[in-house]
């Protein structure tokens, strides 16, 4: 029993596999939005923000928390630096402040395989971040499910600019326990944000139910 139990908390092919993947979703993924963002608002990154406070400031504290106002708008001495923007601020400030229009079957459905249009493609990389492999720190991936994730999530990231022989490094370099351990912290840190943010979404719908409960 006490190997068995050991061996849970061993590195093995699977547990590089499920690493791997976290990586390219989360590395891949934030950079491929951060090329759409940029073609899409290729000027001044601080003119573009200060263009679109006042939108932005409608979904302070509801959608976009206080860490990620304070990476859109930080205060003095500290810098502006996309590169701060983690996945979900990305997706927020590309269906709000880009010209997006959601497709017909909403922004939280994965869409239709054969559409690989870019709003299609950003719904897709969140999705497999928050949904489709939400379970796999902690867990390993077989080598037959790594090939098929691999290409699913490979295919969107291409199309939004991430250079194939890139992905290509990715899976086939050795993935020691130094960046294994830094990937599952910042998974596990994105984990905490997305369940504070629907916990925080609960407690409005119940507020907004309860004051329209109160007799009139």
């Keep these: 029993m006490a190997n068995n139990s050991s061996s849970l908390l061993e590195t093995s092919d699977e547990t590089i596999n499920g690493t791997k993947l976290m990586r390219l979703i989360l590395d891949g993924g934030t950079e491929a939005l951060r090329n759409v963002f940029r073609g899409i608002h290729p000027g001044n990154l601080q003119v573009v923000l200060s263009r679109n406070q006042g939108i932005l400031s409608n979904l302070q504290g509801r959608i976009i928390k206080r860490e990620q106002w304070d990476k859109l708008y930080p205060n003095p001495p500290k810098q502006l630096d996309i590169n701060e923007f983690d996945i979900t601020l990305l997706s927020v400030l590309l269906r709000n402040i880009c010209g997006l229009s959601p497709p017909g079957s909403g922004w939280d459905i994965m869409p239709n395989a054969s559409d690989h249009t870019l709003k299609a493609d950003n719904i897709r990389i969140k999705l497999f971040r928050n949904e489709r492999f939400g379970h796999i720190p902690g867990t390993a991936v077989s080598t037959e499910d790594f090939k098929t994730f691999w ?66």
């Design 151 to 216: 290409a699913e999530v490979s295919l969107p990231l291409v199309r939004l600019g991430i250079d194939q022989n890139e992905i290509n490094r990715l899976e086939n370099e050795e993935c020691g326990e130094k960046e294994r351990t830094r990937i599952l912290n910042e998974w596990n840190e994105s984990d905490n944000k997305i369940l504070n943010a629907v916990q925080d979404l609960h407690h409005d719908i119940k507020q907004l139910f309860t004051k329209d409960e109160r007799p009139r």
